[in-house]
C-alpha cells in the first residue's frame, strides 16, 4: 500500500506539472532524434543491482523510474543514447546502475530541477571521456579506483591519494579525490562534477568521522607540515580543474547540500568556503576565488620559512601525481586572467548555464 502511495504521487506530480522552466531552453536536435525508441527505454530497466528487494519492490521502483524520466522525455532519451554509444559508459553504466536515474533525485544542489541535473551529469561524462587516458577513466568508473601515488609525511609515514567514482547510491558528484590510509580506509574526499564547459562544482568535502576524528584531523596536519588535509583537498580540485582548463569553481552551501535536512548530514561547509575567500552567489552555492589562496614565501616569517617550504613542497608532490595521471605538467591557474575570464562571463543564475553539448 505505502508503495502504491508513493507511485501514485509521482504520478500526480508528473500529470499536474508545466513543462520543467529551463533557463535556457534545451536545443532539440534533428526530427530523427525526437523518435521514441522502446529499446533504450527497455534496456535502462535491466540489470538495475540498485533496486533492491522483492518483485513488487522492484516493479514499483522501475515505474517511479519511468514516470520521473516522462516529465523530460526526449533529453532522458538522448541521455540513454549517449550512455548506449560508448563502450566505456556501458561498462560504468553496469558497475553504476544508479548513473542512469541520478538526475532524476536530488544532485549536487537540492535546488536543481531535473533538466538541469541531466545538463551536468551529461557534461560531465562527455569531459571525462574525452579528457581522460582511457586506462584512467576505466580504473576511476570501472574498476572503482585509480591509485595516484603516496605521500610521505613528516614521520615517515604514507597516505595514500586516489581518483574514486562516487559511492553507491551517493548524490554529491561524479569524481571523488580521495586521501586514505595504506589500508585503505579513506581520511578525506571531495567530490566533484564538471557541471558545464568551464566550471567545476564542489558538493562534498568529508573528512574523518568518529569520536577520535578531532584527534585524527590534528595528527595528520602536524604530520603535513601544518598543512591542513582539507586545504590540500582543495588545492587539489583547483588543480584538477586547471588540468581540464576549466577556470570557474563553485561549491555548494550547507543549504543547497542535497542531503540538507537528512538526519545522517551534519556538515556546515559554508564556514570553510568563506575562509577560502568564497563569495556566497544564488542557488545556494559559493563562488570560490579564481586562485587558491597561498601565502609567499616573503610574507612567512624567516623562523617559519622552511615549515612553509615543506607544506609547499608536499602540495606540489599531490599536484604532480594527479597532473601525472590525467596526462600533463602540473598547471598554477593565473589569478589575473582567471579573475578577467570570470569578469566577462554574466552572473550565475540558480542553474548553470547551458553546455555545448546540447547544441
Not at 535546488?111 to 586506462?135: E, F, I, K, N, V
Not at 569520536?211 to 595528520?220: G, I, K, P, Q
Request: charged share 25%.
Amino acid at each position: 500500500m505505502a508503495a502504491q502511495q508513493s507511485l501514485e504521487r509521482e504520478l500526480r506530480v508528473v500529470a499536474g506539472a508545466s513543462r520543467p522552466h529551463v533557463t535556457v531552453p534545451l536545443k532539440e536536435p534533428g526530427a530523427r532524434d525526437g523518435l521514441f525508441k522502446p529499446a533504450l527505454w527497455l534496456g535502462s530497466l535491466r540489470d538495475r543491482s540498485d533496486w533492491v528487494g522483492n518483485g513488487v519492490q522492484r516493479a514499483v521502483m522501475a515505474a517511479k523510474y519511468l514516470v520521473r524520466a516522462s516529465s523530460l522525455p526526449r533529453q532522458h532519451q538522448r541521455f540513454l543514447a549517449f550512455a548506449a554509444a560508448h563502450p566505456r559508459m556501458r561498462a560504468c553504466i553496469k558497475c553504476d546502475p544508479r548513473l542512469l536515474e541520478r538526475h532524476l533525485h536530488r544532485f549536487i544542489n537540492r535546488h536543481w530541477h531535473r533538466a538541469a541535473r541531466l545538463r551536468s551529469l551529461q557534461c560531465h561524462y562527455r569531459h571525462m571521456l574525452h579528457r581522460l587516458p582511457a586506462t584512467l577513466f576505466d580504473d576511476i568508473y570501472v574498476r572503482g579506483r585509480a591509485t595516484l601515488g603516496q605521500l610521505t609525511l613528516k614521520d615517515g609515514s604514507q597516505l595514500a591519494l586516489h581518483l574514486r567514482p562516487p559511492v553507491f547510491m551517493g548524490c554529491e558528484g561524479e569524481l571523488c579525490i580521495e586521501l586514505s590510509e595504506m589500508d585503505g580506509r579513506p581520511l578525506y574526499r571531495l567530490v566533484m562534477t564538471l557541471i558545464d564547459e568551464s566550471t567545476l562544482a564542489i558538493g562534498c568535502l568529508q573528512g574523518p568521522d568518529g569520536v577520535h576524528a578531532r584527534d585524527r584531523v590534528r595528527e595528520l596536519t602536524r604530520h603535513m607540515h601544518g598543512l591542513r588535509p582539507k586545504q590540500l583537498m582543495l588545492t587539489l580540485a583547483y588543480a584538477f580543474a586547471a588540468q581540464c582548463g576549466v577556470r570557474r569553481l563553485l561549491a555548494v552551501g550547507k543549504a543547497g547540500h542535497p542531503l540538507r535536512g537528512r538526519d545522517r548530514f551534519h556538515a556546515d561547509y559554508d564556514g570553510f568556503w568563506r575562509e577560502q575567500g568564497g563569495m556566497p552567489v544564488s542557488g545556494d552555492w559559493f563562488l570560490m576565488p579564481a586562485a587558491p589562496p597561498h601565502r609567499t614565501e616573503s610574507g612567512v616569517p624567516s623562523k617559519h620559512r622552511a615549515l612553509h617550504r615543506r607544506r609547499a613542497e608536499l602540495r606540489r608532490q599531490a599536484e604532480q601525481m594527479l597532473a601525472d595521471a590525467l596526462g600533463g605538467a602540473p598547471r598554477r591557474v593565473d589569478a589575473p586572467a582567471a579573475i578577467a575570464t570570470l569578469e566577462s562571463k554574466p552572473s550565475l543564475p540558480g542553474v548553470p548555464r547551458e553546455a555545448a553539448w546540447t547544441s
